[in-house]
């Protein structure tokens, strides 16, 4: 690995944590685009992206459960239950084409994105 690609991977788990820490975004938003600009392929960086979250979310929670914004059991039956979605996901993802995953995933990007354009917009006229 290149000292560039070490360097770039350490700017990208620093800023992803600090905007999973602020907005509490699943940390594949921010990792996957970055992922696919260090050139792995789409299903990689979903891989890498995986493994990568679990020590962002965790640390996240445990600081979000010292301020007392943390509801445990919502958040074991949702983690619980996400753990066979993520396997049907991965079962799905590696049987698509990667084009079609890549379209797929930007599509789920322009998704949240209105959807947070449009509840920042309500917020405001409230």
Do not use: H, K
């Not at 700017?11 to 260090?38: K, M, R």
């Not at 792995?40 to 007392?68: H, K, M, N």
């Not at 049907?88 to 379209?103: K, N």
Request: glycine share 14%; proline share 2%; charged share 15%.
């Amino acid at each position: 690995m290149s000292a560039w690609i070490i360097a770039a991977a350490i700017g990208l788990g620093l800023t992803a944590g600090v905007l999973s820490g602020i907005f509490g975004v699943g940390g594949g938003i921010l990792f996957v685009p970055t992922l696919l600009l260090l050139g792995l392929d789409q299903v990689e960086a979903s891989a890498t992206s995986l493994l990568a979250v679990v020590p962002t979310a965790a640390a996240g929670a445990l600081r979000q459960r010292g301020y007392g914004n943390l509801r445990g059991r919502s958040a074991a039956v949702v983690g619980v239950v996400s753990i066979a979605g993520a396997e049907i996901g991965v079962q799905i993802a590696t049987r698509l084409d990667e084009s079609v995953l890549r379209r797929a995933f930007g599509v789920l990007l322009l998704v949240v994105a209105l959807r947070l354009a449009t509840s920042g917009i309500r917020l405001r006229r409230r």
